[in-house]
């Protein structure tokens, strides 16, 4: 069993839909993470929240909205995205922000932008 | 400015033979490192460590890193490699004054029986 979980697994949505993707951690932590993976290239750091409250907004164009209603849901919501957008999308917590190297990472959720 | 280097984009390996996945980083501070694992159609999964201390390190699944300090390497190892290693793996680094975790680009790793 996973410590964090990730909803969908798989999500193909056009360019005009609007969609969500879930995270929720049964770990007790209280950072959470979005990152994105594009294949052969780094990890994207996206979004970090620490304690609910979001300490981190990489740049991230606005049509990814991010919510953390408590320490242990993270959700990001997607809206008029585009094909470069397609990737994995994994969500990470750990146990405070000083513990960023040692992340536990849901098994994503593949988004595919048409 | 903090880096994260990769090398190889494929390291190929016959089973029962040692492996090694090359990491080199670049940070201005002392440096923490990690490396994690990547199995097919799944999340990371955290191997090991260095944050200080003795310059070999031992994690999951009978790995090792070396931490090289002059030539600011950080190589991940293995005895013996097993089918069941072929993944991919990825190396990252921050530096102790900085949250921020820096990532390379990963390396696939396949082990031939």
């Known amino acids: 069993e996973t410590g964090v979980t990730q909803t969908p697994r798989h999500l193909v949505m056009g360019m005009t839909n609007k969609k969500s993707l879930k995270c929720e951690q049964h770990l007790g932590h209280n950072a959470m993470y979005w990152y994105k993976q594009s294949a052969k290239k780094p990890l994207e750091l996206m979004f970090v929240?620490?304690?609910?409250?979001?300490?981190e907004n990489n740049s991230v164009p606005s049509r990814f909205s991010p919510e953390c209603p408590n320490s242990s849901h993270l959700f990001l919501h997607l809206h008029t995205l585009q094909p470069e957008d397609s990737a994995l999308y994994l969500c990470a917590s750990s146990q405070s922000l000083a513990h960023t190297g040692e992340l536990f990472f849901g098994e994503g959720s593949r988004l595919t932008v048409l | 400015a903090q880096s994260v280097a990769q090398p190889e984009d494929q390291v190929n390996v016959a089973e029962g033979n040692p492996l090694t996945v090359k990491c080199t980083y670049s940070?201005?501070?002392?440096?923490?490192l990690f490396w994690y694992v990547q199995y097919p159609n799944r999340g990371l999964q955290f191997l090991l460590k260095y944050i200080t201390g003795d310059n070999l390190v031992k994690g999951s699944y009978g790995f090792e890193a070396e931490f090289n300090k002059s030539q600011t390497s950080f190589h991940l190892k293995k005895p013996s490699a097993l089918v069941s290693d072929s993944a991919l793996y990825f190396c990252a680094v921050k530096e102790d004054s900085n949250y921020q975790l820096i990532w390379g680009a990963g390396t696939k790793l396949i082990i031939k029986p």
């Open positions: 940070v201005s501070g002392n440096p923490y």
């Open positions: 929240y620490n304690f609910k409250e979001q300490t």
